[in-house]
T-cell receptor, first 111, second 111 residues
């Protein structure tokens, strides 16, 4: 099984550029999440989704957008990138009150 | 809203010492509770979980008991090893599917 697949793994953006981080899971999980982890810090929830067509804000949603048109995909859009968005981004999914399956992470640098 | 608070690190211990990491939560209803571990340079892995009050999760010598009366889920290990050096995250899955993490506690075990 592929599990949770995130692309790209690394990206450098200039201030003001936009990009989309892709996330796909093949486990038919309803719940999907985007987190960011700054160096030496914990995970902050950006957005989450409990099913196709349903999304909700987490702790730090400003500067980001998401959509969930299918069960499998949960892309994260960054509009007008800022240096404060330099971080490692993790996508994760779960089928219920159990283990969260994480992608390998996407390291984003905004210069 | 839901939140998780855990003790700040780093926690530095000698090998074979007793480890406790405190975690308390605020949530509506009865969340599921988790401990995740992140080894250097790796992603997060599920360590243990508990889905209802008085449940005890255990794995690899670690234990945590879901205490509804004190809204706590403290992690303990009786005798740590150098290989237990990692960052430990307390997390909850709340009523509306929101999966949130604490700030993480770094544990350093010295020989």
């Amino acid at each position: 099984n592929a599990g949770v697949t995130q692309t790209p793994k690394f990206r450098i953006l200039k201030i003001g550029q936009s990009m989309t981080l892709q996330c796909a899971q093949d486990m038919n999980h309803n719940y999907m999440y985007w987190y960011r982890q700054d160096p030496g810090m914990g995970l902050k929830l950006i957005y989450y989704s409990v099913g196709a067509g349903i999304t909700d804000k987490g702790e730090v949603p400003n500067g980001y957008n998401v959509s969930r048109s299918t069960t499998e995909d949960f892309p994260l859009r960054l509009e007008l990138a800022a240096p404060s968005q330099t971080s490692v981004y993790f996508c994760a999914s779960t089928g219920g009150p159990g283990e969260l399956f994480f992608g390998e992470g996407s390291r984003l640098t905004v210069l | 809203g839901d939140s998780v608070t855990q003790m700040e690190g780093p926690v530095t211990l000698s090998e074979e010492a007793f480890l406790t990491i405190n975690c308390t939560y605020t949530a509506t209803g009865y969340p599921s509770l988790f401990w995740y571990v992140q080894y250097p340079g790796e992603g997060l892995q599920l360590l243990l979980k508990a889905t209802k009050a008085d449940d005890k999760g255990s794995n690899k010598g670690f234990e945590a008991t879901y205490r509804k009366e004190t809204t706590s889920f403290h992690l303990e290990k009786g005798s740590v090893q150098v290989s237990d050096s990692a960052v430990y995250f307390c997390a909850l899955l709340g009523r509306w599917g929101k999966f949130q993490f604490g700030a993480g506690t770094q544990v350093v075990v010295t020989p």
